[in-house]
């Protein structure tokens, strides 16, 4: 059976990467440092992914092209909202749904699709005290996910070394918005980007620590991909055919 440091090599091989990261603390995904140490490192993380911005960006924008997303760099919210609305019009889509992201609360969406004619849904429900009518609440926000063609959401972090994205679980983030439309468009900054998945699992669990948020993360490369028995690759059967991501500045 393969070490440690063997599978982790396998690993690196497939995805293309030659040789170890190095990350701003070698210790930063331990489960063993105290709160505060988790904080320092993610702190050192920001730190580091900041000052390497630029690199980070050109990986980051190659890495998530060879996964499938399709990449729409754009100078402002306003240009944003244009590239959005270019794909819900190229798909002829009437029934659009985004996350309560709020990087999204700047893209001037509901006014660009509202020139469409369509029908742009926000995925944020109310909670209720009366269980039944909480119930009938998730499962209305359920069939309208599923009834959309084009779903939208803010990326919350971008990994540079594998052209991922990962969103973390909020109200107003439901993780249906970028699972269950054909297109999946993720709309998002440069500063989202890190070096790698040792990053993203430091910075998750400091988030998790300060009780921010709690629940499993979304980490999306690409669109949906399925392969059978005999490694027949099919796209777009359990989630997303096609999906893009827009990066503002």
Same mark, same amino acid.
């Given at each position: 059976?393969?070490?440690? +440091?063997?599978?982790?090599?396998?690993?690196?091989?497939?995805?293309?990467?030659?040789?170890? =990261?190095?990350?701003?603390?070698?210790?930063?995904?331990?489960?063993?440092?105290?709160?505060? #140490?988790?904080? +320092?490192?993610?702190? &050192?993380? !920001?730190?580091?992914?900041?000052?390497?911005? *630029?690199?980070?960006?050109?990986?980051?924008?190659?890495?998530?092209?060879?996964?499938?997303?399709?990449?729409? =760099?754009?100078?402002?919210?306003?240009?944003?909202?244009?590239?959005?609305?270019?794909?819900?019009?190229?798909?002829?889509?009437?029934?659009?749904? =985004?996350?309560?992201?709020?990087?999204?609360?700047?893209?001037?969406?509901?006014?660009?699709?509202?020139?469409?004619?369509?029908?742009?849904? /926000?995925?944020? =429900?109310?909670?209720? &005290?009366?269980?039944?009518?909480?119930?009938?609440?998730?499962?209305?926000? !359920?069939?309208?996910?599923?009834?959309?063609?084009?779903?939208?959401?803010?990326?919350?972090?971008?990994?540079?070394? *594998?052209?991922?994205?990962?969103?973390?679980?909020?109200?107003?983030?439901? !993780?249906?918005?970028?699972?269950?439309?054909?297109?999946?468009?993720? %709309?998002?900054?440069? #500063?989202?980007?890190?070096?790698?998945?040792?990053?993203?699992?430091?910075?998750?669990?400091?988030?998790?620590?300060?009780?921010?948020?709690?629940?499993?993360?979304?980490?999306?490369?690409?669109?949906? !991909?399925?392969?059978?028995?005999?490694?027949?690759?099919? /796209?777009? %059967?359990?989630?997303?055919?096609?999906?893009?991501? %827009?990066?503002?500045?």
């Amino acid at each position: 059976m393969a070490d440690k +440091q063997d599978f982790l090599r396998m690993v690196r091989t497939s995805l293309g990467v030659s040789e170890r =990261r190095d990350i701003a603390r070698d210790d930063a995904t331990s489960f063993f440092l105290s709160k505060d #140490e988790v904080s +320092q490192a993610a702190d &050192d993380i !920001r730190a580091d992914a900041a000052e390497r911005r *630029t690199e980070l960006i050109d990986e980051f924008i190659h890495r998530a092209t060879e996964a499938g997303w399709n990449i729409h =760099r754009v100078a402002n919210f306003e240009d944003a909202a244009e590239e959005v609305t270019a794909v819900v019009r190229e798909h002829g889509a009437t029934a659009v749904m =985004r996350s309560d992201h709020d990087i999204l609360n700047s893209v001037p969406l509901e006014s660009a699709l509202k020139a469409e004619g369509v029908d742009l849904e /926000i995925a944020v =429900r109310e909670p209720s &005290d009366d269980a039944d009518e909480d119930l009938e609440r998730r499962l209305s926000l !359920r069939e309208k996910s599923f009834d959309s063609e084009v779903g939208i959401t803010g990326v919350d972090f971008a990994v540079a070394e *594998t052209g991922t994205v990962a969103m973390e679980p909020r109200a107003g983030s439901s !993780r249906l918005v970028s699972l269950t439309p054909e297109v999946h468009i993720g %709309v998002m900054t440069p #500063e989202a980007i890190i070096p790698s998945l040792d990053e993203l699992f430091a910075l998750t669990r400091d988030h998790h620590l300060s009780g921010e948020h709690k629940g499993m993360i979304n980490l999306i490369t690409g669109p949906s !991909r399925t392969a059978d028995i005999e490694a027949n690759l099919i /796209i777009g %059967v359990h989630g997303p055919r096609e999906v893009h991501l %827009v990066i503002v500045g």
